[in-house]
């Protein structure tokens, strides 16, 4: 829905407008039918391989384009091929349409952010076993707002709550939280629902481990097994990313 809003406001003659303003419309009252529509379903495809808000912008664009692309290096070819100023007008707008939708009306943004009880579940049986943190490209309020309406806030300490401005990549998020916790990266589990996240990080030496939600799909999958990678899902957690602890 922000992605639509964004793409309207830098590019109002596009043609892809037609097909994407019924389905947001439909997102705003509640409805799901849009995720039948195949211009959405090229979207969710697309989403796993970018990083950050601009992406949203990409993703759309190589929709507009017919651009075919089908793995990681198509996607990063393509995103390096748009000029930097427009991705980062995309970025900077696209933060300003998500600020205006949380403002004028709360409720209908947080129904947007589908919750997983079973995670939530999850880090409250395992409260105290460690330090959970958060490491994201959402701004500080978003985040907050998100966390007291899963009834998460008190389970995370703010100095580890880790948001945009922290830097671009989550290899500057990770090593900032190893400098706040002092806990060596073999100690630190990193879970996230993209899998060029987790190839970046790896270096680190961090153990790495993909949401099987999200935005990821079975191409995903298979390719974090191939790297070595455990694959969570929300009926697993307490063997795959907590080990049975």
Request: aromatic letters at 8%.
């Amino acid at each position: 829905m922000v992605a639509v809003d964004t793409l309207a406001d830098l590019e109002p003659g596009s043609e892809l407008l037609r097909v994407l303003r019924p389905l947001r419309d439909e997102a705003l009252v509640g409805g799901d039918a849009f995720r039948e529509h195949e211009v959405y379903a090229r979207f969710f495809e697309l989403l796993p391989l970018g990083n950050r808000a601009e992406d949203f912008g990409v993703a759309l664009r190589a929709i507009q384009e017919s651009k075919a692309i089908c793995d990681q290096t198509g996607y990063d070819a393509f995103y390096a091929g748009l000029p930097a100023s427009w991705r980062d007008l995309f970025h900077r707008r696209f933060y300003e349409a998500r600020a205006r939708l949380r403002q004028s009306d709360l409720d209908r943004w947080l129904a947007l952010h589908l919750p997983y009880p079973d995670l939530v579940a999850a880090l409250e049986r395992h409260r105290g076993e460690g330090v959970p943190a958060v490491a994201t490209a959402k701004d500080s309020q978003s985040v907050d707002l998100l966390l007291t309406e899963l009834g998460l806030k008190n389970l995370f300490d703010p100095r580890f709550v880790l948001d945009k401005e922290t830097g671009v990549e989550k290899t500057i998020h990770l090593g900032e939280l190893q400098r706040r916790t002092g806990a060596p990266f073999a100690d630190i589990t990193f879970i996230d629902d993209k899998l060029n996240h987790l190839v970046k990080v790896a270096g680190l030496g961090v153990r790495c481990v993909l949401a099987g939600w999200g935005f990821n799909t079975d191409r995903e999958h298979v390719e974090a097994r191939r790297l070595g990678f455990e694959v969570a899902h929300l009926d697993d957690l307490d063997k795959t990313v907590f080990k049975g602890e």
